[in-house]
């Protein structure tokens, strides 16, 4: 059965993505269809998405109104997912992602921000491009941990994102993602292929999401540590999401 199960989510995850990418080509390029636009289309895709792999998620706390960043503890490929279906956000990827054939295409048209992190004049053009998102009215979607981890807590943060939020006064949504079942992590080296692969042939994948209320100074360290401290509490707690 579970094998029958991840045949078809393999199938459902290729199909209705690509249906959907080309859904928001088709509605930029002949009909000139804005940001807004593409970004409902790609909450639909999100939500359907995640119903058809078996994902069921526990929300708590108001989803952030007014942050110009949001940044989240990093666990899955889906977390971007997650987030994406409830808020109109920009997230912020690496530029790897760009490549990958269908998702980062679509993630390209629907408003997804690529870093590359070695590149210093790209970090330049990266600050410029979240403050212009943000003035358009689009909170911004980080992960400050750099990459996704299986630590009881979080990885140390770079700075960079609350840099910018404190230079240019953001206010910073801390959201947190507590997946279950560890074996949902996407860590190390594994490939997306054999993550999903694992993912896939479980009943469900249950996540829980607490959104944190928003913090606001012109001092990054601060926002680094309340964020993180915020976070370890609640990634070191069994019942603050009960």
Request: charged letters at 25%.
């Amino acid at each position: 059965m579970a094998y029958i199960r991840l045949l078809w989510r393999l199938f459902f995850f290729g199909a209705y993505t690509t249906g959907i990418v080309l859904e928001i080509y088709i509605r930029k390029q002949f009909f000139g269809a804005a940001l807004p636009d593409l970004m409902r289309v790609r909450g639909r895709w999100a939500r359907l998405l995640l119903q058809g792999v078996g994902v069921r998620l526990y929300a708590k706390g108001a989803i952030p109104e007014n942050a110009g960043m949001i940044v989240a503890n990093h666990r899955s490929y889906l977390d971007p997912i997650l987030f994406i279906a409830e808020v109109d956000a920009v997230p912020l990827c690496m530029a790897e992602v760009r490549s990958w054939p269908v998702v980062g295409w679509g993630a390209d048209m629907s408003g997804v921000l690529f870093v590359q992190r070695d590149d210093p004049m790209h970090r330049t053009a990266m600050v410029r491009a979240i403050l212009q998102k943000v003035r358009q009215g689009f909170p911004v979607l980080i992960f400050p941990e750099g990459t996704t981890s299986g630590e009881h807590g979080t990885l140390p943060f770079q700075m960079g994102a609350f840099q910018i939020a404190a230079r240019c006064k953001l206010k910073v949504a801390p959201v947190v993602y507590v997946f279950d079942d560890p074996e949902d992590f996407w860590v190390g080296d594994e490939s997306f292929l054999s993550h999903a692969w694992r993912q896939f042939r479980k009943k469900e994948i249950v996540v829980r999401v607490l959104y944190c209320p928003v913090l606001e100074s012109e001092d990054p360290e601060w926002l680094a540590d309340e964020t993180r401290r915020l976070m370890g509490r609640i990634l070191k707690s069994e019942n603050v999401l009960s």
